[in-house]
Nanobody, 124 residues
Framework: QVQLVESGGGLVQAGGSLRLSCAAS????????MGWFRQAPGKEREFVAA????????RYADFVKGRFTISRDYAKDTIYLQINSLKPEDTAAYYC?????????????????WGQGTQVTVSS
């Protein structure tokens, strides 16, 4: 059974940084893409970033503008999302997702597996 467990969210002041983690287990992810999405209250879930499980390629949403970095720890089967220069508009629940999709898949419904989410709240 696939499990994606996120952690690392919290309350941070604007301009601060956070590193979100997604521990993956339960299957071989070698042909999978791992993605991060976020959802603010009253808004649709939106794509943030994605990485091939091999770690060779990444993709980011346009709004990231160099503030976010997605990466993988090969030894720990963990995906990270480093977020710098946090803004109040980054406040949302952040979700890890996995699926045998193309790296360019930005639609949430394309991904098969989801974590429970971790809340990021940025105060101004």
């Amino acid at each position: 059974q696939v499990q994606l467990v996120e952690s690392g969210g919290g309350l941070v002041q604007a301009g601060g940084s956070l590193r979100l983690s997604c521990a993956a287990s339960g299957r071989t992810f070698s042909n999978y893409v791992m993605g991060w999405f976020r959802q603010a209250p009253g808004k649709e879930r939106e794509f943030v970033a994605a990485i091939r499980w091999s770690g060779t390629s990444t993709r980011y949403a346009d709004f990231v503008k160099g503030r976010f970095t997605i990466s993988r720890d090969y030894a720990k089967d963990t995906i990270y999302l480093q977020i710098n220069s946090l803004k109040p508009e980054d406040t949302a629940a952040y979700y890890c997702a996995a699926g045998p999709v193309a790296l360019g898949s930005v639609v949430a419904a394309s991904y098969d597996h989801w974590g429970q989410g971790t809340q990021v709240t940025v105060s101004s």
